[in-house]
C-alpha cells in the first residue's frame, strides 16, 4: 500500500512539475508544424480557452474508442495547454482533424505522439511497480507526459 501511495505521490509531484517547469531546451525542440485557427486574438483569456477545451472534450464522447483498455483518447489526440497567450493549443498526431476545424480561436500544433502512446508507457510503469519491480521501485522518482514539448519524461533517483 505504501508502495501505491508513493507512485501515486510523485507521479502528481512529476505531472506538476513537467506543466510548470520550462523546458530549457525549448529552443532546441523542432515543432512539426503550427497553424492557428481563428479570427481575434486579441481578449483572449484562458477562461475562454478552458471553455474551448471543453468543448473538446465533448466531441471526444463520439470519436474515443473507449471500451477496449488501450485508448482513452481519439488516436490523434497528443493533449492540449493554455499557452502564455491564453490560448488553447491542441496537439495532434494528424493535420486535418474535424473536431478541431469546428473549434475557434485554438492554435494547432502537430505532434509525433498521442496521449494513449504515452498512457501506454505509464500503464507499464505502474503495472511493473505495483508488481514490485526492484528496478522501478528502487530508481524511477517520477514518470509522465510533457504535453508542450511531446515527450515522456521519467526521473531517476540516481542519474549516474
Known amino acids: 500500500m505504501k508502495h501505491a501511495l508513493f507512485i501515486v505521490f510523485t507521479l502528481f509531484i512529476g505531472l506538476t512539475s513537467c506543466i510548470q517547469d520550462e523546458l530549457s531546451t525549448k529552443d532546441s525542440v523542432e515543432y512539426l508544424s503550427k497553424e492557428y485557427c481563428g479570427n481575434d486574438t486579441e481578449g483572449i483569456t484562458q477562461e475562454t480557452a478552458l471553455e474551448t477545451y471543453e468543448k473538446l472534450l465533448e466531441k471526444f464522447a463520439d470519436s474515443k ?60 510503469i505502474t503495472q511493473l511497480a505495483n508488481a514490485g519491480d526492484k528496478f522501478i521501485l528502487d530508481n524511477i522518482i517520477m514518470y509522465g507526459e510533457d504535453i508542450q514539448s511531446n515527450t515522456y519524461v521519467i526521473g531517476l533517483r540516481n542519474n549516474t
Open 65 to 124: 474508442s473507449r471500451g477496449n483498455g488501450e485508448t482513452d483518447y481519439p488516436t490523434w489526440f497528443g493533449g492540449a495547454y493554455v499557452n502564455s497567450d491564453s490560448q488553447l493549443v491542441v496537439k495532434t498526431t494528424e493535420p486535418d482533424i474535424y473536431e478541431l476545424s469546428t473549434l475557434k480561436d485554438i492554435e494547432i500544433s502537430l505532434c509525433k505522439y498521442s496521449l494513449n502512446d504515452f498512457n501506454k508507457i505509464t500503464n507499464l
